[in-house]
């Protein structure tokens, strides 16, 4: 499967953006999504993900309340809703597919998009 994700920019503080990770290739209802992001001179951060039924959903602490991930299967798109960002939210955000359901581990996601850059200005 191959992914895309799409829909940074940048925005104040406070406002609102909406993430796709729009998938090829395999149908992405046979996998896990994730959100991670990297800040400069940072490591990878999971932010999100999303079970393959749309069921379960996990969140990073410091995004529970103002981000939502969802999915829709038939247009084999995740989406990543952040509202109320703050400038500690800048990075490039990626998406990432794996089988395995629930994890915030890097390492067992095996597909991942290119990145987006989302940047919020105070």
């Known amino acids: 499967v191959q992914l895309q994700a799409s829909g940074g920019g940048l925005v104040q503080a406070e406002g609102s953006l909406r993430l796709s990770c729009a998938a090829s290739?395999?149908?992405?209802?046979?996998?896990?999504v994730g959100w991670f992001r990297q800040a400069p001179g940072k490591e990878r951060e999971f932010v999100s993900s999303?079970?393959?039924?749309?069921?379960?959903?996990i969140y990073e602490d410091s995004v529970k309340g103002r981000f939502t991930i969802s999915r829709d299967n038939a247009k084999n798109t995740v989406y990543l809703q952040m509202n109320s960002l703050k400038p500690e939210d800048t990075a490039v955000y990626y998406c990432?597919?794996?089988?395995?359901?629930?994890?915030?581990?890097?390492?067992?996601?095996?597909?991942w998009g290119q990145g987006t850059l989302v940047t919020v200005s105070s």
């Open positions: 999303i079970a393959w039924s749309g069921d379960s959903t």
């Open positions: 990432a597919a794996g089988r395995i359901p629930q994890t915030t581990v890097v390492d067992h996601y095996d597909h």
């Open positions: 290739g395999r149908a992405l209802s046979r996998y896990a």
